[in-house]
Nanobody, 129 residues
Framework: QVQLVESGGGLVHAGGSLKLSCAAS????????MGWFRQAPGKEREFVAA????????YYADSVKGPFTISRDNAKNTGYLQMNSLKPEDTAVYYC??????????????????????WGRGTQVTVSS
């Protein structure tokens, strides 16, 4: 069992930055790939970014590639999502998720929410225009 708690959300003006954190507890965090997803009102949950448990392979949705950076610190059992140049369309609840990983999966695998075993409760990010 892995418990995930997101933090770092808030209200920011367009063009601003936020850094989300995902604190993990329970089973060894380093055994899991980590993903970030978001869900805006009335929309489906969508993939934002993911990072493999080893080698630090990263994957991004096209809409955030460049301004967003995913990272992790296994020693601290924490993952991060640095979000720069935020836009109003980035407004959503952001969720972190963990997926057991032995060897890296295909790129498309990380984009599918049902492939993740554990989820946090989410943190609200609101970008004003």
């Amino acid at each position: 069992q892995v418990q995930l708690v997101e933090s770092g959300g808030g209200l920011v003006h367009a063009g601003g930055s936020l850094k989300l954190s995902c604190a993990a507890s329970g089973r060894t965090f380093s055994g899991y790939a980590m993903g970030w997803f978001r869900q805006a009102p009335g929309k489906e949950r969508e993939f934002v970014a993911a990072i493999s448990r080893t080698m630090g392979r990263t994957y991004y949705a096209d809409s955030v590639k460049g301004p967003f950076t995913i990272s992790r610190d296994n020693a601290k059992n924490t993952g991060y999502l640095q979000m720069n140049s935020l836009k109003p369309e980035d407004t959503a609840v952001y969720y972190c998720a963990a997926a057991w990983e032995i060897t890296p999966y295909t790129t498309s695998w990380y984009r599918v929410p049902k492939n993740y075993d554990y989820w946090g409760r989410g943190t609200q990010v609101t970008v004003s225009s």
